[in-house]
């Protein structure tokens, strides 16, 4: 069985960065794309961007370029999110996302993170 | 981008009975749309892929009908735990885009 474990919630302050993780189990990441999507409060679904673990190629959304950092680790299997430079509207719930193979679906979601951007 | 739009924005239901959604893209994005159902404080499952191709697991009372630009998903006998917001999502071309989302409800 395919699982995708999330990191716990964050708070953070305005300006600063905070780093999720997403660690799959009963899957290796190098035969798929990991991809991360936010939900702001009330809202809907909001792709945020991909990456391929075996190679580290991203690719992003362009409202996320310069915000969100997505990295993998093969070793420990687990995807990482980066989020830079904290904007209270950067309050989300960001889930990290993946299907076997390239799949343009995500039938595998983590639990969610709540990142919370207060001072 | 490709924009989906998904009407209604909400739609109350009967249990029982029949319903359909919609989702429209604004440019063709083939039979790459994809349906989830997102039940409060839980995370996105996966209903139908490629527009009507069934998953594992999921009730036979969904179906998924449509290709291009106009796409449908259908719940033949609509039960209480199926109100939920359901989303479209289209995988045609980067970036991947979801619609806003069309909530059941009880009537």
């Known amino acids: 069985e395919v699982q995708l474990q999330q990191s716990g919630a964050e708070l953070g302050k305005p300006g600063t960065s905070v780093k999720l993780s997403c660690k799959v189990s009963?899957?290796?990441?190098?035969?798929?794309?990991m991809h991360w999507v936010n939900q702001r409060p009330g809202k809907g679904l909001e792709w945020i961007g991909r990456?391929?673990?075996?190679?580290?190629?991203?690719i992003y959304a362009e409202k996320f370029k310069s915000k969100a950092t997505l990295t993998a680790d093969t070793s420990s299997n687990t995807a990482y999110m980066q989020l830079s430079q904290l904007k209270s509207d950067d309050t989300a719930i960001y889930f990290c996302?993946?299907?076997?193979?390239?799949?343009?679906?995500?039938?595998?979601w983590g639990q969610g993170t709540l990142v919370t951007v207060s001072s | 981008d490709v924009v989906l739009t998904q009407s209604p924005a909400t739609l109350s239901v009967t249990p029982g009975e029949r319903i359909s959604l919609s989702c429209r893209a604004s440019?063709?994005?083939?039979?790459?749309l994809h349906w989830y159902q997102q039940k409060p404080n839980e995370s996105p499952r996966l209903l139908i892929k490629?527009?009507?191709q069934s998953i594992s697991g999921i009730p036979s009372r969904f179906s998924g009908s449509g290709s291009g630009t106009d796409f449908t998903l259908s719940i033949n006998g609509v039960e209480l735990e199926d109100l939920s917001i359901y989303y479209c999502?289209?995988?045609?071309?980067?970036?991947?885009?979801f619609g806003a989302g069309t909530k059941l409800e009880l009537k």
């Open positions: 996302a993946a299907s076997r193979g390239t799949r343009t679906w995500f039938a595998y």
């Open positions: 009963g899957y290796n990441i190098r035969n798929t794309y």
């Open positions: 990456i391929d673990p075996a190679n580290g190629n991203t």
């Open positions: 440019e063709s994005v083939d039979t790459y």
């Open positions: 490629y527009a009507s």
């Open positions: 999502q289209q995988g045609n071309s980067l970036p991947y885009t």
